[in-house]
Structures are given as C-alpha cells and as structure tokens.
C-alpha cells in the first residue's frame, strides 16, 4: 500500500474517480492474459499527457514502479504490475485527436481502440494494418507496447512498420516527440521505433501518429489441404519463394485439425492433417490470377486438393472457427509465439513432433505461416505436477530448437515476464548489456515497468 | 597527423595496402556529395568485423575520431571527416554473404553496392526497396547510415523498412547483433531502427540482414501536365486520398521545366508550368485499370493533359533528362530534402515562390511528391557574397515554413554537419537531449563521427 501521504500528492493531481487505491477497485488491474495476477497499490487514470507528466515525475522521486496499461491483454505479462506500486492506465486517453485521410494519417491517444482506429480510417478506404486478435478491443497504445502484428503483417508489416511519430513521457516526466507526421522523415535518432516494442519500459506513450494504408479494392483466395505437415511447410517456403505476395499465408496443423472436426465433424477432407488459408488481395481484376499464381505455387506431392475461394469470409471459416476452441482449451495450454525463417518451416514442426513426442507433451500449431510465426500451443492439465514440469523441459527445448533454426523466440507478443528468462539465449551478451544501458538512459531510477524485459 | 607509435599500432591491425597516411592517397576520402573538403589523418579499409572491432578498439583507446564512410555519395556530410582522424573505409567488405531467396533475405557486407543487391536478387524476382538516385554506386552500408529513401519510398518504404537485422561495432570494439533473421520478432529493443539513420554516430554498421521484396510484374503510369503549380500540388494531395497507392509520384516544378525545355525545346507542352510522373506497379491485369483511376484523381480546372503511358521508360522520361541538367549546375544550388504533408504541398510551394521572390534567390523544386518529399534548389552564384548571403537567409526561412506546415527539414538526405544548427528547431529539448544521451551510451569517448547531428 502506498502511504497517505503520497497518496494525497496523486489525488492532488487526479480527482478520487481517477485514482483508485482500494483493492477491490484495483483488482481488475493486476492480471493480463497470462492469467497471473499482481495487484498494483494503485490505478491512475491521466487524460492527457500533462497529467502523465505529473504523475510520472511524482512516482520517479518516490520511486514508485509504473506500470503503464492498455486493455490488459497482452500474452507475455507486459502489463502485470509485478513489483506493486502504480497502475497507468490510458484506457480513458481516447480522444481521436486527427483523421486525416489526404495525408493518410491517424493521431490518437493511446486508449484509442484498434478497432476504432479501423472504423474511423474504413470511410476513406483506409486501414490501419497491425491486426493482432485482439483488435476489436485492445489499445493502440498497447499495439505500440508490444508492436503487435496479425495474419496480414506478411504483407503490411507489424505495428513498427506503420506509426509515423508519437509523443511518449519518459521517467522523470519530460515529454519526448518523436518521428514527423510525414511519410518520409530522416531527422535524429530513430526513437520511434525504439518506443515500439519496449514493453512500456523506456517511457508512457501518450500520443501516435498512425500511417493508413490503402484498403484492397478486392479480397480472395485459396484453401489448400494437405497429407502431412511436412509438404504443407514445404508449400509455405514455396508460395514465399514466387513473386507474388500473400496478404495472409495461415497455417493450421493436425492438432488444430483435430479440434476442428471435434466440434464441426464434416468441415474438414477426412485425410487432411494440415491446411493453408492463402489469402491474395488487390484489384478485383488481379484477383483471380494471383489466386491461380498461389494455386500452382502450393501443389506439390503432399497436396490433397487446393481451391479458390471467393471471399474473405469463406476463406477464413476454419480459422475463425478455430479461435473459439483455443479459447475453450486455454487454462490448459502454454501458449507460444516463436518464428523461424520460411524455408526451416518443415524442420520445425518435425522437431516440434519430435519434442512432443519425447515429452509426452501433445500440441497444436497454427499460425502466420507466411512470417514463419507459429503459434506453439502445448495442452497440459495445470494440476498435473509431472506433466507440466515436462511441458517446460519441453518448451525449453523448443526455444532452443527455434534458435537453431535461425528464428526468434517471439513474432508478436513480446517478452514481458513470461520470456525474460530466455532472452539471453538470444540476443547476445553485448547487445543486450547496451539494451540495459538503454533502459538506464531513460529511466535511471528504474521505475518503468520494472524487472520486464531483463532477467534481474 | 597520427604519431608514428600509433600509427604502428594500425598497421599491426592492417597491411600497409589497406592502411593509408600519405596524404595524397588519404585526399579521395576527404569529401562526400557537399563538396566540402576535410582531410583525414588516416583511412583505414578493413574486410572483417574482427577487423573493424580492432580498429574502433584501438581508436578508443587513443581517443581517435572515427568517421565510417560508404562510397562518400552523401549530401548532408554524414561521411566527412571534419575532426580530422581516421577514415573507416568500408568499400573493401564487399562479401555478398547469402542470398535466400525461399526467405526472400540477402545478407551483406556493408561495402556492397546498392546495385549488386538488385542484380543478386533480380533472377528470383526480388528487389530491395531503397532507390536513391545514387544506387548504382553507393553502398549498403551507407544507405543504411542514412536510411536512404528514392522515388519508390512511397509504396515500398525507406531502408529503416527494409532491413530485418544486422551486426555493428560499438566505440569500444563490442559486436552488437540487433534484429532478426525473419520478417517478424519482437525480442529486445528495436537497436536495428535506431542504428538506420543515425550516420555513424553510434556504430559502424558490419552486416546487414535486407528484406526482399517481390518485383512487380508490371509496371505503367500517367504523365500530367498543369498550367500552374498550385494546381499540380493539390492534385499529388488528390492522388493520395485515393485508395490506389502509387509506386511513384514525383514531381516537377515551373523552374525543373524551364531547365528541360533549354536543353529539349520539344519535350513539353509550350503552356505546362508543373508536371507529375505517376508510376503504378501490379499485375498486368490491373496496371490500365490503375492508371485510369490515377486519370480520374489527377484531374483539375489546373490539368492540361494527362495521358496513360504505357512503360516505365517514357513514364520517367523528363525525370531522367533533368538529372543530368542538375548536375550541370551542381556547383551552382544550394540543395535541400524537406518534407511537408502532400495536403499542405500547395501552401510549400507557393511559400517558396514567395521566399524566392523576396529574396531574389530563383529555385527549382522536383521530387518524390507522393511523400511531400521536395528537393528544393536554391540557384547561387557562390562568388556572389551578397547571393550567397540572400540565399542563406532564404534557406532558413524555406526551414520555417517546412516547421509550420508541420514538415520536416529532411527526408531522405540526413543532419550529417550540413543541416545540424537546425536540428534544434524541428526537435524539442527533451528529445534531443535524450538523443544525446543514447548518443553517450553507444560512445561514451564520442570518437564516432564525432560533432555530426548535434550542434555543439
């Protein structure tokens, strides 16, 4: 709990309604979708940036950890308030301060939601392309955490590829403007990107610029089924090597087979234990062609049948059906997000059969094919002691096995507590020795969402 | 000059072939694109990041400035040795370390030229998005310290958004490996964004991870003739609020015609003040589609005549006919690189109209219009002092105006030394003192390049 007396320093800066302190009202703070809980001592709720000026510069001289949230939903516990203290939330920051379509540029405050941002940019045949699954409700300010991507980053980029500028608040409460509003900008240091991704550990984004991309005049595609896993990553590597660019390559393997026809028995080819969702957007007049060009590219000795589909909402059934079974199944699996290189796609998931086998550990994958970005679930019974200290050798050797492929231990999510333990396996000894001189850069006091990130 | 002691130190490092102190060899490596001269007191050229860690090792230790230097095609001073010191030639890391296209990757050495890039990726259909005008004989390495951009930025992006990762050299010899291999990761600190653009002041860029692109299959356009420029500007801002993205918009003014028509009296039409080449890329189906569409938006009370083109050498015909003229009078223009929104391009250009009228200093203005992105030249005569001394304060008021119009004063050339007394202007305070900071982490002995971006 957080003395009376500094108490009274915040509520001199927040009305009583903007600030909680109670338990009960704090509760619903303490937990993202890791499903781990850390009651903060506190929850802010600024307006805008100068209140976050003030109540940042009042946590750095009492040394009180911040931790800056969005919508809570984040995977890798970026948002857990593990070490107490004070909860940032910007969820009541919402205010769409521009929508410019002749500059093809949104400004928002962090609270804005992602699917807000959509509704705002949709009339001027804009979007915005990080389109994580959490869309209709996260953050913008959160997308910008974590640099969130989704199925369409294979052609649009994630998150990092589509802010132009932001406004962001360090420790000790200065505000930084960062980036231009222009498509193009060259000026200083690239803190942009920098914020992007950081976990809310170098400073409190406030404020950004979105870069709106045209929306396709025409949505198509192809479902191909396959044999084995095997020739379905071969595919993958396949349609990546031809000129043509997917604008969302998914993968789903036997195990997400499996609990597609679970639920929907006549979905599915009998024979199929791996499916691809080849989605190609463009004029309506390339359509069909590239629907074709992604038809020849996916057919090799593995494939089953492959088709084109028509529309979007067709293309995506599978997928879509998908989404409401892993949530079914969710207390019961360790979710992870590692990416390999396309081409090692067919490595990975025999090793990954392998390890489950080895570990007696079943999983399902699925996932942004196109990336290399797999979503690796292993299926446990929390309560089965045994069973889940396997499921950790397992996935332990699963990190390795990513890294050996050339790959990187998380596409989208990020590392928050829940991979800090393994980020030394990836990035090296000097590399991340200059992150932390980073971090201590810009929040010497260590204040910023402490401990995440780095293992201690 | 180097004390001879020293001085055996590097050639312990580097046979006396890649070691240079003679003054008359060391001349070639004193100048880059401003024409500005600085000797250096030594050029080193090293073949191995081993080899660049030594040597940086070494010059932290004698505190020795440090300038890192591509092929010296940079226009903004980034590679001018100004403290004197040792140049770090990277022309001789040439090795094209692999090309993979199933992940539509090529990763480099910093000495390989922009050029050799496109031609390894080319027989896969592939491209490497960065075009500046110099691409046939600057280097990777040097596009990378600058992000360079060029015409086609605007659909594909600059350097920042084509590289996945790479490995660079801190001040004390560290090897930093930032990024990843894949087109998705989100692990660590985005150090691969901060190093893009920062012209050498933080590290010496050793190896670069290139994300390749698919290459259209084909390529047309529209070419469009106005009889004033205001009416051009506000058609590149039509053209952009549309949902079909150009691969190029670029833009010329009344003064880039009048250069064109003294050289090719028959090339335009006798009435057209302002042109704009609009370039679209795709599939074959939907390149006549697209042009018309870019038909219907450029048109206005101001358009004399726009006509579909159908290949891309006639599209850039008048563009590619002007860049030797430019080149005539190179001695004779003081050039900028600003970027303003395309909404506010009409207020830019007349504001330089005005400012050109004022100070009695004529200009010629063309560029990547899609961006806002402008090249202004300013023509001088610079043995006319009181020219050169309108021209300067012309120049800062041209800076002004991009500020207000909420632009900004570079967007592809980069600070180097020639715009640094303006950095100040476009970033607040607490940026650029942040900016510092980071500047001091990477290089707490400020050996690298050492006075470029902040002024002093």
Same mark, same amino acid.
């Given at each position: 709990?957080?003395?009376?007396?500094?108490?009274?320093?915040?509520?001199?800066?927040?009305?009583?309604?903007? +600030? /909680?302190?109670?338990?009960?009202?704090? /509760?619903?703070?303490?937990?993202?979708?890791?499903?781990?809980?850390?009651?903060?001592?506190?929850?802010?709720?600024?307006?805008?940036?100068?209140?976050?000026?003030?109540?940042?510069?009042?946590?750095?001289?009492?040394?009180?950890? =911040?931790?800056?949230?969005?919508?809570?939903?984040?995977?890798?516990? %970026?948002?857990?308030?593990?070490?107490?203290?004070? =909860?940032?939330?910007?969820?009541?920051?919402?205010?769409?301060?521009?929508?410019?379509?002749?500059?093809?540029?949104?400004?928002?405050?962090? $609270?804005?939601?992602?699917?807000?941002?959509?509704?705002?940019?949709?009339?001027?045949?804009?979007?915005?392309?990080?389109?994580?699954?959490?869309?209709?409700?996260?953050?913008?300010? $959160?997308?910008?955490?974590?640099?969130?991507?989704?199925?369409?980053?294979?052609? /649009? $980029?994630?998150?990092?590829?589509?802010?132009?500028?932001?406004?962001?608040?360090?420790?000790?409460?200065?505000?930084?403007?960062?980036?231009?509003?222009?498509?193009?900008?060259?000026?200083?240091?690239?803190?942009?990107?920098?914020?992007? %991704?950081?976990?809310?550990?170098?400073?409190?984004?406030?404020?950004?610029?979105?870069?709106? =991309?045209?929306?396709?005049?025409?949505?198509?595609?192809?479902?191909?089924? /396959?044999?084995?896993?095997?020739?379905?990553?071969?595919? =993958?590597?396949?349609?990546?090597?031809?000129? *043509?660019? &997917?604008?969302?390559?998914? +993968?789903?393997?036997?195990?997400?087979?499996?609990?597609?026809?679970?639920?929907? &028995?006549?979905?599915?080819?009998?024979?199929?234990?791996?499916?691809?969702?080849?989605?190609?957007? %463009?004029?309506?007049?390339?359509?069909?062609?590239?629907?074709?060009?992604?038809?020849?590219?996916?057919?090799?000795?593995?494939?089953?049948?492959?088709?084109?589909?028509?529309?979007?909402?067709?293309?995506?059934?599978?997928?879509?059906?998908?989404?409401?079974?892993?949530?079914?199944?969710?207390?019961?699996?360790?979710?992870?997000?590692?990416?390999?290189?396309?081409?090692?796609?067919?490595?990975?998931?025999?090793?990954?059969?392998?390890?489950?086998?080895?570990?007696?550990?079943?999983?399902?994958?699925?996932?942004?094919?196109?990336?290399?970005?797999?979503?690796?679930?292993?299926?446990?019974?929390?309560?089965?002691?045994?069973?889940?200290?396997?499921?950790?050798?397992?996935?332990?050797?699963?990190?390795?096995?990513?890294?050996?492929?050339?790959?990187?231990?998380? %596409?989208?999510?990020?590392?928050?507590?829940?991979?800090?333990? +393994? *980020?030394?396996?990836?990035?090296? &000894?000097?590399?991340?020795?200059?992150?932390?001189?980073?971090?201590?850069? +810009?929040?010497?006091?260590?204040?910023?969402?402490?401990?995440?990130?780095?293992?201690?």
């Amino acid at each position: 709990m957080l003395p009376a007396k500094i108490c009274s320093e915040f509520t001199a800066i927040l009305p009583a309604e903007r +600030f /909680y302190t109670d338990p009960v009202d704090c /509760y619903a703070y303490s937990y993202d979708n890791t499903r781990k809980i850390f009651p903060p001592d506190a929850v802010a709720f600024p307006l805008d940036s100068e209140e976050v000026q003030r109540l940042l510069g009042l946590c750095n001289k009492h040394s009180i950890a =911040v931790t800056a949230r969005g919508r809570g939903t984040g995977t890798a516990g %970026g948002s857990l308030p593990e070490q107490g203290g004070l =909860v940032l939330s910007l969820e009541r920051m919402r205010k769409m301060i521009a929508i410019d379509a002749p500059n093809r540029v949104i400004v928002a405050q962090p $609270g804005v939601l992602n699917e807000e941002v959509q509704r705002a940019a949709r009339p001027y045949g804009l979007f915005w392309p990080p389109d994580p699954s959490s869309a209709a409700y996260s953050s913008i300010g $959160g997308n910008l955490a974590t640099s969130a991507g989704g199925p369409h980053a294979i052609k /649009y $980029g994630t998150t990092r590829d589509n802010v132009l500028g932001m406004k962001a608040v360090t420790a000790n409460g200065a505000l930084l403007e960062t980036g231009c509003y222009t498509s193009k900008g060259v000026v200083g240091y690239d803190l942009t990107r920098l914020l992007i %991704g950081s976990e809310g550990t170098l400073a409190v984004i406030v404020e950004a610029t979105l870069k709106l =991309v045209p929306l396709p005049a025409a949505v198509g595609g192809v479902t191909a089924f /396959y044999r084995d896993v095997t020739s379905c990553a071969k595919a =993958v590597s396949a349609i990546m090597a031809q000129p *043509i660019w &997917p604008s969302a390559l998914e +993968f789903l393997d036997t195990g997400a087979l499996v609990l597609l026809r679970g639920r929907y &028995p006549d979905m599915l080819p009998a024979d199929a234990r791996a499916m691809l969702m080849i989605e190609v957007d %463009g004029s309506a007049h390339s359509i069909a062609a590239d629907s074709e060009a992604m038809i020849a590219a996916c057919g090799n000795s593995g494939l089953l049948h492959a088709k084109a589909v028509a529309d979007a909402a067709a293309l995506w059934a599978a997928r879509k059906a998908l989404s409401p079974l892993l949530r079914d199944i969710a207390p019961k699996k360790i979710n992870e997000d590692i990416v390999v290189p396309v081409s090692r796609l067919a490595d990975l998931l025999e090793g990954l059969a392998a390890l489950s086998e080895r570990h007696g550990v079943a999983n399902v994958n699925f996932g942004h094919a196109g990336n290399g970005n797999i979503h690796v679930n292993l299926l446990v019974d929390p309560h089965n002691v045994e069973q889940m200290r396997q499921a950790e050798a397992c996935l332990d050797q699963v990190f390795d096995l990513v890294l050996a492929l050339n790959g990187t231990l998380s %596409g989208e999510h990020g590392v928050g507590s829940e991979k800090r333990a +393994f *980020i030394a396996r990836e990035i090296n &000894p000097a590399t991340l020795s200059l992150m932390k001189a980073i971090k201590r850069t +810009f929040d010497p006091n260590n204040i910023l969402n402490p401990g995440k990130l780095f293992p201690a």
